[in-house]
Structure formats: structure tokens, C-alpha cells
């Protein structure tokens, strides 16, 4: 494996696709810190939107490996950080009860960054 075929936009995406997959066990949510809910107790689009963007990073690694799967993995990538992103973004706005925590907020960067790494990739790829 040689992550040296990466360009900078598609380490840039698999390192915010790391990053993401280590947020996922910070705190999401919480209440005084006594009781809190990382990435994974999260709910659907929290569970699914960090999966995605993770996906994201594993097919560009996999672009690397030279086992990229069926279709173009720049555009595969894009869709899936994308995706992740959007559903992160929703899960913050669309949560009511529970404060928020600093894992979440850590999650949607990464997710964003993620997703603009790989726009630039799909965007280098066209």
C-alpha cells in the first residue's frame, strides 16, 4: 500500500475521514457530564453520517491500494462525504432537548472538511 498516490486533496480527505471516525467516541451529547452520548449511541443520521464520510476516506485508500471498486472512486467519494456531511449538519439542527457537545461540533468539521476535500478531488478528476 502506497498512501504516497494520494494528491493533497484526497489526504486531505481521508485524514478528516480519520479524524471523523476518531470523534465518533468524544462526547455528542450530554447532561452536566453525567450522562452523555457519543457518535455511535447518536441516532440515525449521526451513526449513518459519520459512516459515510468514513466510506469517503476508504475508497480514496483503496484508490491507492489499486482496488478501487466499480465506477469512479473520486465521484463515489464525493457523494459519500457529501452525504455524511449533510446528515451531520441536520442532526445538529434538528436536535432539541439534549445540549449539544464538543464531539459533535469536532464531527461536522471533519465531515466538512472531508466533504471538500472531496469536491477538490472530483473536481481534479473531471
Wanted: proline residues 3%; without cysteine.
Amino acid at each position: 500500500m502506497d498512501l504516497s498516490k494520494l494528491s493533497q486533496n484526497q489526504q486531505i480527505t481521508v485524514g478528516a475521514a480519520a479524524a471523523m471516525l476518531l470523534f465518533s467516541f468524544f462526547p455528542w451529547f450530554g447532561v452536566s457530564g453525567i450522562i452523555t452520548v457519543n457518535g455511535w449511541s447518536s441516532g440515525f443520521t449521526g451513526v449513518i453520517g459519520f459512516v459515510l464520510v468514513v466510506a469517503a476516506g476508504v475508497i480514496l485508500v483503496m484508490e491507492a491500494m489499486d482496488n478501487a471498486p466499480i465506477g469512479s472512486p473520486a465521484e463515489i467519494a464525493f457523494y459519500l462525504a457529501v452525504g455524511g456531511f449533510a446528515l451531520l449538519v441536520l442532526r445538529i439542527v434538528f436536535t432539541w432537548g439534549a445540549p449539544r457537545r464538543f464531539g459533535l461540533f469536532l464531527a461536522v468539521i471533519a465531515g466538512g472538511v472531508a466533504a471538500w476535500g472531496a469536491y477538490q478531488n472530483r473536481l481534479d478528476n473531471s
